[in-house]
Structure formats: C-alpha cells, structure tokens
C-alpha cells in the first residue's frame, strides 16, 4: 500500500519561497497523475497542482504563476516550488494521487507551510 511523505514546510516571509518534497513507498509512481492539495482548518481540501505520467501539469489559478509542480521518478518523488509566497498560501500541505478520495489511506501527515512576517 503506497504512503506519502511530505517535507520541506516551514516559516517563510512573504515574498520568500520553499521546495516541498513528498517521498512515496510502496508503489512506483511512474504511471500516476500526482497532486498536491492544502488544507486550512475549518476549509476543504483544495488541488494546488498536478502532473501527469508525461509531466503536463496544471495549477490553482491562486498559484498560476508562482509554483511549479515537477516529478522524479527515479527517485519516486514529485516536488512543488514555491516562489513569491503570499500569507494567503499558509497551509497544510498533501500529496497524493490526483482525484484521491479523502478516505483514501495513503494520505500522509504533510507539512505546514506558514507565509508571514
């Protein structure tokens, strides 16, 4: 069963930037669409970026622009850069599959990501 590991959070100033990293066991993910998604108590879970199995990706039109979503699959590992961070941006942060159901249990703990001075 695939888990997911995110790391690379933290306190940023706005204006400043962070690389996310999320580390998978258990399943190779060369064949899966990736995404990240972010999360703030109280607010659903929303998709920030995705990539598929040939590297096309899309965004938020709230990070258009700002982040960047890549893969590696060597290393089965998918990355969000994040640049000009905004206190808007300050969340929890997921990976997982695109589309995965909140029940899924490959959902890892992410990781905080705060955007203030």
């Known amino acids: 069963q695939v888990q997911f590991v995110e790391s690379g959070g933290g306190l940023v100033q706005p204006g400043g930037s962070l690389r996310l990293s999320c580390a998978a066991s258990?399943?190779?993910?060369?064949?899966?669409?990736m995404a990240w998604y972010r999360q703030n108590p109280g607010n659903q879970r929303e998709l920030v970026a995705a990539i598929t199995s040939s590297s096309s990706t899309n965004y938020a039109d709230s990070v258009k622009g700002r982040f960047t979503i890549s893969r590696d699959n060597a290393k089965n590992t998918v990355y969000l850069q994040m640049n000009s961070l905004k206190p808007e941006d300050t969340a929890v942060y997921y990976c997982?599959?695109?589309?995965?159901?909140?029940?899924?249990?490959?959902w890892g703990q992410g990781t905080q990501v705060t955007v203030s001075s």
């Open positions: 258990g399943s190779s993910l060369r064949i899966y669409s």
């Open positions: 997982n599959f695109q589309g995965a159901p909140m029940s899924a249990r490959s």
